[in-house]
């Protein structure tokens, strides 16, 4: 296995990695951000406010993107298995 492959490997896993999580970090972030600017307007100061909404949102869009992500994966899984025969 040469250092190429490896690294390659390295940075596919990179990416899918940050395929699969990278819209439930950026949604959660969006929305924090949000509950922040009505946080800071209205002056309530309750830490709730942002754990319960970003906890549901973030259930919510994980159940809707499920196939997607199982695909994702699934699909990466498959072509490592697959290249299992080809590496010396």
């Known amino acids: 296995m040469s250092d190429e492959l490896v690294i390659q490997l390295i940075r596919d896993a990179f990416y899918h990695v940050l395929l699969i999580a990278g819209p439930l970090l950026a949604l959660s972030l969006i929305l924090g951000l949000i509950i ?3 946080q800071a307007a209205t002056s309530i100061n309750e830490q709730t406010l942002t754990f319960v909404p970003k906890l549901a949102l973030v ?4 159940v809707l993107a499920l196939p997607f ?3 994702t994966m699934k699909t990466f899984v498959l072509g490592l298995f697959q290249m299992i025969p080809t590496l010396k």
Do not use: L, Q, S
Not at 59 to 62: E, G, K, L, R, S
């Open 69 to 71: 992500m199982i695909g």
């Open 59 to 62: 259930f919510i869009v994980t």
């Open 36 to 38: 922040a600017i009505f």
